[in-house]
């Protein structure tokens, strides 16, 4: 079973940067989880933490029922793809491969035979004879994927692997390394600050806020039933709309039933429907169109609530004949409607 | 337009031109001389071109050498010569490649003061510290020996100045990479480390060997045999102050020995040598 634990773990840097604070999940066997938050959240020194190259200032972690807090890098089983893919640049492809499996006295004929089958799987058997810089980006990120293939760990660990290729390669790789998961089924962590691969990649999603997890689960759950204003605003894009309630309410918003306490209410773009003035609904909006982003399939008006106030993004299907500085009026369901409270951040259960 | 290019492409190989004629001229009497017999050259009256004695005087001057001055072939001096830049070269290396990879991967006491101490060293070269390096040598019963000639030349902070600063441009990730796959310290300095530095480690040969090959204060102070004489000190012997005891031809072929391992090297690093100073392969 290579599952991972981690329980209480944080970590405090040289200098006393608090970098992560009682972090605690599971992840099962064969899982991909991925951890998603903004720049300087801890991400990376989690990552860096289950690969042991980062120490471990409390708590365990512990991979396939073994804690490794003490055991070095090439001792966990796990192997790693780098941001800038950390290849050896003096060393073909195929001895950039086959490096850790010789370290480990792998037999020839064996580690030739890994080698040929993970350059087999990515497509990259006509490269072997090449060094990295002879190589394009896209290129040298499967190598460095083949690298960590070859050695079947009990854990891959991925720190921003696509961060340096373009936009199309990026979706092109995503999808292969969700699907090359799949077929070798090998548990996996995949460190990402964009939220679209975050949700497309993951069994197992952790959204990280300042050194503190805010929410762990499948990806549409957290898309469905964030349980913080953090998480609602993370996950989804264009995000949620997150309108603070006072107690006198706000000008331009109507909501059935309102909470008498402050409240934040959420409710994401694509939940809203353009309506006449003055149909009744759980919630209407009024508001003067701002801006408006036409992306083929929909189309986003931005605006603001009464004419001033905060933004609000609305999503229309197809093509919009609104203009800018028109008005219109938005509704929404009572069950697309999330509530938190001001004070804590923390999701509300308002019926 | 064209006459202008064409004339601004003049000028430049003109002074280059001139320059290598200004350089090379004395290298060209040089040889000249070396091919003539003494009495031509020592009567004043030497020709410009090479002479018929290539073959004589060069078979004396490396398996002869001068009669009284300095009673050993300039074979032996130039063997010598050569184990000095090679050693001098190598061990500067070596120990420069050594510390600067102590200094930048490793976290130790005092790790900064070592550094600092490496880098005063800068202004400590030989001339400065003869005396008690001297005394040293001699108290260790060096003298005379390759040891004695090449040690206290070797601990150099120029080497380990510049591995230092290319150490430092090395990505983490690559040592990361390395303790992943199974590397230890050692086995990074030697399976990646060092293939890295090799543009480097060529740049700083040919600079050392170079250096090694061109002492001259030291070994004239260590040496005191005949068998231990270096190339430099050998042919400042030859040349001695009653002119007539000089045998020009011989000081003249020993001169123009003396230049060709430098050069050797100089040609046969070159590609390395200049991807070291214009290619950053990371
Ligand atoms: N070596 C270090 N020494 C001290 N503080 C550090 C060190 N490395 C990271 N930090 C701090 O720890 C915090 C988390 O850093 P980390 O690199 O894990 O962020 P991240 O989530 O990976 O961000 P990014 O998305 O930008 O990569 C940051 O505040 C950072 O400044
Ligand atoms: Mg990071």
């Known amino acids: ?59 365990e972690i512990s991979i396939g029922d073994r804690a490794v807090n003490d055991l070095d890098p090439s001792e966990r089983d796990i192997a790693m793809v780098f941001q800038n893919y950390a290849l050896y640049p003096h060393m073909s492809v195929y001895d950039n491969m086959a490096y850790g499996l010789r370290n480990r006295k792998t037999p020839k004929p064996e580690i030739e035979a890994r080698v040929q089958e993970a350059a087999r799987i990515l497509e990259i058997g006509h490269l072997l004879d090449r060094k990295p810089r002879q190589l394009s980006g896209g290129q040298r990120q499967r190598v460095a994927m083949g690298r960590a293939i070859v050695r079947k760990p009990r854990v891959f660990l991925f720190d921003e692997p696509l961060s340096n290729l373009d936009a199309k390669l990026r979706i092109q790789m995503r999808v292969e390394i969700k699907k090359l998961q799949r077929t070798l089924g090998i548990t996996s962590i995949y460190v990402t ?159 | 337009m064209v006459q202008r290019r064409s004339l601004l492409d003049i000028v430049p190989h003109f002074i280059l031109a001139l320059g290598v004629i200004i350089i090379a001229f004395p290298v060209y009497i ?6 003539w017999d003494a009495a031509t050259i020592s009567n ?70 070592a550094f600092w101490t490496i880098f005063i ?47 430092m441009t090395v990505p983490d990730e690559l040592v990361e990479a390395s303790r992943i796959d199974g590397a230890g310290p050692m086995k990074f300095f030697v399976d990646t480390l060092v293939p890295l530095s090799i543009t480097s480690v060529a740049a700083m040969f040919v600079i050392q060997f170079i250096y090694g090959w061109n002492q001259y204060l030291w070994p004239l102070l260590i040496t005191t045999s005949d068998n231990m004489q270096t190339i430099v000190i050998g042919i400042k012997k030859m040349i001695v102050t009653q002119d007539a005891l000089t045998e020009w031809q011989i000081a003249m072929a020993t001169a123009v020995l003396a230049m060709l391992p430098p050069v050797i090297v100089v040609v046969a690093m070159q590609k390395l040598f200049v991807k070291g100073l214009t290619e950053t392969e990371k």
């Open chain 1, 1 to 59: 079973m290579n599952n991972v634990h981690l329980r209480k773990v944080g970590k405090i840097y040289a200098g006393g940067v608090e970098a992560l604070r009682d972090i605690a999940f599971d992840i099962p066997d064969g899982a991909f989880c991925v951890l998603v938050g903004p720049s300087g959240c801890g991400k990376s020194t989690l990552l860096r933490m289950v690969a042991g190259l980062e120490t471990i200032t409390s708590g």
């Open chain 1, 193 to 351: 600050h964009d939220q679209l691969e975050a949700m497309t990649l993951a069994d197992m999603l952790v959204v990280m806020n300042k050194g503190n997890i805010e929410q762990v689960g499948p990806p549409l759950q957290l898309y469905e039933r964030p349980e913080t204003v953090f998480v609602a605003g993370f996950i989804g894009a264009p995000p949620m709309n997150l309108i603070e309630l006072p107690e006198g309410g706000v000008a331009g918003l109507a909501l059935e039933n309102r909470p008498v306490a402050p409240v934040i209410v959420g409710i994401r773009p694509e939940h809203f429907e353009l309506a006449p003035v003055g149909t009744p609904a759980p919630l209407g909006i009024s508001m003067q169109i701002t801006a408006i982003e036409m992306v083929g399939a929909e189309t986003y008006l931005y605006g603001a609530l009464d004419g001033r106030g905060r933004e609000v993004i609305v999503r229309v299907a197809g093509k919009a004949e609104q203009q800018i500085g028109e008005r219109v009026t938005a509704v929404a369901e009572r069950h697309n409607l999330h509530f938190f409270d001001p004070a804590t951040g923390r999701r509300l259960a308002v019926s």
């Open chain 2, 30 to 35: 040089a040889f000249v001389a070396s091919t």
């Open chain 2, 44 to 113: 004043g009256q030497m020709p410009l071109w090479p002479g018929p004695h290539f073959l004589e005087n060069y078979y004396r001057t490396i398996f002869i050498g001068t009669a009284k001055t300095t009673r050993e072939p300039v074979g032996i001096m130039m063997l010598n010569s050569f184990v000095m830049a090679m050693c001098i070269a190598i061990g500067k290396i070596a120990i420069s490649l050594i510390s600067a990879f102590a200094v930048v991967y490793f976290r130790f006491p005092f790790r900064m003061a």
């Open chain 2, 121 to 167: 060293t800068l202004m400590l070269p030989v001339e400065v510290r003869i005396y008690p390096t001297y005394k040293i040598v001699a108290d260790l019963r060096l003298l005379d020996t390759y040891a004695g000639l090449t040690i206290p030349l070797i601990a150099s902070a120029t080497a380990t100045l510049l591995f230092r600063q290319f150490f």
